[in-house]
């Protein structure tokens, strides 16, 4: 199973836009089985191979900031057939539905923390609810998106923010498959039981400025 997850920072709705094609062209070359993607638009799509849930798209104005046509937070992609679909806590931020995987059943969490970085009302308001909303799931879990925290490298937001929220890992028994990623928000959440027996590997794609200010993180589990 291959997992990719990638803050792709607001692409517009413009097919024949050189980052538009990038983006697709490079994901449809890594060719994962689950797709998290943030920061996105409904003109990111991969066809009928993918089933998928999106975030509602984002008014013209929303948290004093201004959007485009087609735009939303939370994407996921999937070549397994979602089972169920779960409400979260926030429609425009949030996403989450379960899908039925050679590994068992795997719900999907697709967030992002904090729509404008790890230090405002936001941010704490996001985590808050997103650790209420991950903790009422049952089952396997991915929990992937852009967290605004960086788990190695320079400590962001700050180090308590940090501990707290290894801590409501390890409460939960949930493993951050990208805690080694150096100054990486981007991050592939699952429960201790799911990988049990079985290997993963993870490492990141950089990617070019002008394209996004994050780069792409996968995960593959054997």
């Given at each position: 199973m291959?997992?990719?997850?990638?803050?792709?920072e607001?692409?517009?709705?413009?097919?024949?836009?050189?980052?538009?094609?990038?983006?697709?062209?490079?994901?449809?070359?890594?060719?994962?089985?689950?797709?998290f993607?943030?920061?996105?638009?409904?003109?990111i799509?991969?066809?009928?191979?993918?089933?998928?849930?999106?975030?509602?798209?984002?008014?013209?104005?929303?948290?004093?900031?201004?959007?485009?046509?087609?735009?939303?937070?939370?994407?996921?992609?999937?070549?397994?057939?979602?089972?169920?679909?779960?409400?979260?806590?926030?429609?425009?931020?949030?996403?989450?539905?379960?899908?039925?995987?050679?590994?068992?059943?795997?719900?999907?969490?697709?967030?992002?923390?904090?729509?404008?970085?790890?230090?405002?009302?936001?941010?704490?308001?996001?985590?808050?609810?997103?650790?209420?909303?991950?903790a009422?799931?049952?089952?396997?879990?991915?929990?992937?998106?852009?967290?605004?925290?960086?788990?190695?490298?320079?400590?962001?937001?700050?180090?308590l923010?940090?501990?707290?929220?290894?801590?409501?890992?390890?409460?939960?028994?949930?493993?951050?498959?990208?805690?080694?990623?150096?100054?990486?928000?981007?991050h592939?959440?699952?429960?201790?039981?799911?990988?049990?027996?079985?290997?993963?590997?993870t490492?990141?794609?950089?990617?070019?400025?002008?394209?996004?200010?994050?780069?792409?993180?996968?995960?593959?589990?054997?």
């Amino acid at each position: 199973m291959k997992i990719i997850s990638w803050n792709i920072e607001r692409p517009k709705i413009d097919k024949k836009l050189a980052k538009n094609k990038f983006i697709i062209e490079q994901i449809n070359l890594l060719n994962p089985d689950i797709i998290f993607l943030t920061e996105t638009n409904c003109v990111i799509d991969f066809g009928t191979e993918y089933y998928s849930i999106k975030s509602e798209e984002l008014p013209k104005f929303h948290n004093n900031q201004d959007y485009h046509q087609g735009e939303n937070r939370v994407t996921i992609f999937s070549k397994y057939k979602f089972e169920s679909i779960y409400e979260t806590y926030d429609k425009f931020t949030s996403v989450c539905g379960k899908v039925k995987t050679e590994f068992g059943e795997l719900n999907l969490y697709g967030s992002i923390i904090g729509s404008f970085g790890g230090k405002d009302i936001h941010f704490k308001n996001d985590l808050k609810n997103q650790k209420i909303d991950i903790a009422k799931l049952n089952g396997n879990i991915c929990y992937s998106g852009d967290f605004n925290i960086s788990f190695s490298g320079f400590p962001y937001p700050d180090k308590l923010t940090i501990n707290e929220t290894n801590k409501f890992f390890r409460e939960n028994s949930l493993v951050n498959l990208t805690s080694q990623n150096e100054n990486c928000a981007i991050h592939i959440i699952v429960n201790e039981a799911f990988i049990i027996g079985k290997k993963t590997e993870t490492k990141m794609i950089l990617i070019e400025r002008k394209i996004s200010d994050h780069n792409l993180v996968i995960t593959e589990i054997v």
